[in-house]
């Protein structure tokens, strides 16, 4: 084969593969080890968002208008009916210490063989020198004044206020659960949210984000605000799973946690706000909360106290604020909330 010289027509070479060359057509090469961007997305701007935002974004200030003297009432009725007291319990036990006792035996605790255990139990009044100051401790877990304390003592039976001699840290700690539950109870009942001019920034949904790792995140999401989203829970991720998959949703949000809703019992922050389409379902606007268990028996008091407070929020909005009413509810599965709008 000639030698040809290709030398005069190289830089015509270069041209034409320069041409044709393009880095679009490379594979992307990307560092896994590095947390995933997550900024918000088109359906942030879209309508059906902004629409169930101007529903849910107004702040609002609540009152309790109520006496004492109710809530003395039913904390004594509930003390009386169900305060019950765990008497003190003591175990003995009977040993005898081995044929050899050696250096690592005994800082093994290996040095006495064990016999016999018994477990008694004190069901007589404590003799004891320790002094307990039961209004002031009642008063520091309820937050009641030492007046409206003394009130639900003096009222209580006198044989169930003996309890306490039998073991009063007992004594002290049902009774502080039982008589916050009648004052979360008495709370609801004059519980009232009057909505106000204040609103929510937007920038409640940026702020926070470059500190939150979403490298481990799960995949990109179609009708979320954000490409990706946390969960807390195996409830979470199926609900977002199974959210993000439903063709009746059109936009939805993890609601972040500036949003706050203000309850007696401290703020609380709702879980998600959902727009389905409109004519799909009965309640095109959403927000629900997720839990792994829809059972009162589960849930601790604050948390039950926070969603009955959320349910009046929400209620009052609707009637002074939102020209088509918002849902609120308490769900434990996609399932279950779609049982809800339709």
């Not at 609707?318 to 308490?330: F, I, L, Q, S, T």
Request: hydrophobic share 40%; charged share 30%.
């Amino acid at each position: 084969m000639a030698n040809v010289n290709t030398m005069p027509i190289a830089d015509q070479v270069f041209q034409l593969i320069d041409s044709v060359f393009s880095e679009s057509q490379l594979p992307q090469i990307g560092d896994d080890r590095r947390p995933k961007k997550n900024p918000l997305n088109a359906n942030f701007q879209k309508q059906e968002f902004k629409a169930l935002w101007d529903r849910i974004n107004r702040k609002a200030a609540y009152s309790v208008d109520f006496d004492s003297d109710e809530l003395v009432r039913k904390a004594i009725a509930e003390l009386d009916a169900h305060l019950r007291v765990t008497p003190l319990q003591y175990t003995i036990q009977r040993g005898e210490q081995a044929d050899q006792a050696t250096f690592d035996g005994i800082k093994n605790g290996e040095a006495f063989v064990l016999k016999a255990t018994e477990t008694e139990t004190n069901t007589h009044s404590i003799h004891s020198a320790v002094k307990y100051d039961l209004i002031g401790k009642l008063a520091e877990g309820t937050q009641l004044t030492r007046r409206t304390v003394a009130d639900i003592l003096r009222g209580m039976s006198v044989a169930v206020f003996a309890r306490f001699k039998t073991n009063p840290e007992s004594f002290i700690a049902e009774a502080t659960r039982l008589i916050n539950e009648q004052k979360a109870t008495v709370l609801i009942e004059h519980l009232a949210y009057d909505p106000v001019e204040d609103k929510y920034d937007l920038d409640i949904f940026t702020a926070g984000q470059t500190k939150q790792d979403f490298s481990k995140a799960g995949d990109k999401l179609k009708r979320h605000i954000y490409d990706y989203v946390l969960t807390d829970s195996n409830v979470e991720r199926t609900f977002v799973k199974e959210l993000d998959t439903c063709s009746e949703v059109v936009v939805y949000a993890k609601l972040p946690r500036g949003f706050l809703i203000p309850t007696p019992v401290g703020d609380y922050n709702p879980d998600w706000a959902i727009t389905f389409k409109d004519g799909a379902v009965k309640h095109v606007y959403f927000v629900a909360e997720t839990k792994g268990s829809m059972s009162s028996m589960v849930l601790n008091e604050i948390e039950k106290t926070k969603i009955k407070c959320a349910r009046k929020f929400f209620d009052g909005i609707n009637k002074k604020c939102a020209p088509e009413n918002v849902r609120y509810d308490v769900v434990n599965s996609f399932g279950k909330l779609m049982e809800l709008v339709k």
